[in-house]
């Protein structure tokens, strides 16, 4: 980037380079090489931004957006200028970034400042961080990320790209791009990484691994989703009495294995959960023995996959940054349990009152950063009011009992309608959540949950067959 390209922008002799920020601005910020050399490419005939850089601004300006600068200049209110260290990749022009927007609105910025790279959205953080601006004034250069945020994702959406907006986006507040890409990277990666920095400022590494223990159960929710609707069919010629029984599980089971899709916990080593559902579309299964006096052997197999497959598709929304910042009671002064628990808790079966982007709850239940014992009382009550309203026993759908035909059923009350939003089953580390009932709850949600998300595709007439229970 060539920084002459800025108007007001003013290189000098001596390598000096002057940017008036504002024009009668009474302090001056000046940024020194950094004391390593950096590389410069001696092919690249147009110098790069000079080695040190004036930022002309106002003292006023700098008191109000930062308490790193109210120290500063509130010790020494004489004080003209004062001097940082340019630490490259990115610096200056991430300095640049923040006066700008801070005085003048993000809208001044030049083409020049424009996020190109991801990169340029770390360092705009770090700086940020280390001037005080950020996060309290982030909002002040939203808008410049979200334009950073496009352009990445117009290049198209990868394991990479999302390893590397997912953190900016929780840090600046995009609830939409990031609840897509922490889906995104539940589903798509398979690895222990769900972060990459590509700034130098390596201490946000440590901020970013937020997202780690999140992500890490999340998917260890839609794998255990995928092995226990898998594991149907075999629990079903488990109980059956046929001869043939242990033939038809077995060649099942070497259906399954010919794609490289079980056991589930060796798949999950060697492919993200997305390309494990993507590849059983193609199983295919004819049991040698459809006739047998048990019926067991006549199962769907192809139906009983193809709704393992959708329900761990449905499994996960994403991350919720307002269920994470609603439930980090740290960050609420003054507030009772009470009211801490009131504010966290599903209204009318929704998981997602007051969040920007709807999710079921599933995103609830891993975006907590409250203490797990709050949300386990929270979970425990809502169980309660729900068999109160006798929703799992007197429903729609009875236990283990086939789903009543829709013509036949009562009109679903309101509440019963508002959960028909994507809910989550038990997974393997929400803790407090494995017994039966849990499981008995989270079944009957699911299905409601189903009907919702296919946007009422499913004819009446087949909806049993969205239901394992129904299917022999
Ligand atoms: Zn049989
Ligand atoms: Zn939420």
Redesign the pocket.
């Known amino acids: 980037m060539d920084v002459s390209a800025c108007a007001p922008a003013t290189p000098v002799a001596g390598g000096l380079l002057q940017i008036t920020v504002v024009a009668d601005g009474d302090f001056v910020i000046q940024l020194t090489p950094a004391a390593k050399a950096i590389t410069e490419k001696t092919t690249n005939a147009t110098p790069k931004r000079a080695r040190v850089v004036q930022f002309r601004v106002s003292r006023n300006v700098l008191i109000k957006s930062s308490s790193f600068f109210q120290t500063i200049l509130g010790n020494r209110p004489n004080l003209a200028n004062v001097t940082f260290e340019n630490k490259g990749n990115g610096f200056g022009y991430a300095l640049e970034i923040w006066l700008r927007a801070l005085h003048n609105g993000v809208h001044t910025l030049p083409n020049n400042l424009k996020a190109t790279h991801i990169e340029r959205a770390w360092v705009a953080i770090g700086v940020g961080e280390q001037f005080g601006f950020a996060p309290h004034q982030i909002d002040k250069i939203k808008p410049w990320f979200l334009e950073c945020y496009q352009i990445a994702l117009n290049g198209g959406l990868s394991p990479f790209v999302a390893c590397c907006l997912a953190f900016p986006c929780n840090v600046f507040d995009h609830a939409e791009g990031f609840m897509k890409l922490t889906k995104y990277l539940a589903y798509h990666t398979n690895g222990t990484i769900f972060t990459h920095n590509p700034s130098s400022f390596q201490a946000l590494n440590q901020d970013a691994r937020i997202l780690d223990g999140p992500l890490t159960t999340a998917r260890a929710h839609i794998q255990s989703i995928l092995d226990k609707e898998l594991n149907f069919a075999l629990d079903k010629l488990h109980q ?1 009495t ?1 001869s ?2 242990k033939e ?1 599980a077995f060649d099942y089971e070497d259906a399954l294995r010919a794609l490289d899709c079980w056991p589930i916990d060796r798949a999950v080593q060697k492919y993200p959960l997305a390309e494990i559902i993507d590849e059983l579309d193609k199983f295919e299964f004819t049991p040698k ?1 459809i006739n ?1 006096e ?1 019926g ?2 006549a199962h769907d197999f192809k139906n009983s996959v193809n709704i393992a497959m959708r329900k761990a598709k449905f499994a996960f929304d994403g991350l919720c940054l307002d269920c994470m910042e609603r439930s980090g009671i740290d960050h609420v002064e003054g507030q009772t349990r009470q009211a801490f628990v009131a504010k966290n808790s599903p209204f009318k079966g929704c998981w997602d009152i007051d969040c920007r982007y709807g999710h079921g709850r599933a995103s609830w239940y891993y975006s907590w950063m409250g203490p797990s014992s709050v949300r386990r009382d929270i979970l425990i009550k809502y169980r309660e009011e729900k068999k109160a309203l006798g929703i799992t026993k007197g429903g729609r759908r009875t236990r283990r009992g086939g789903r009543v035909a829709k013509d036949n059923a009562a009109p679903a009350p309101a509440r019963l309608i508002s959960m028909s939003i994507k809910t989550q089953g038990s997974g393997n580390n929400n803790g407090g959540l494995e017994n039966d009932d849990r499981d008995a709850d989270d079944d009957d949600e699911f299905f409601d949950a189903e009907d919702a998300s296919l946007g009422g595709l499913i004819a009446t007439d087949n909806a049993d067959m969205l239901d394992h229970d129904a299917v022999n």
């Open positions: 059956a046929c043939c029984r038809t023995n047998c048990s067991a052997c």
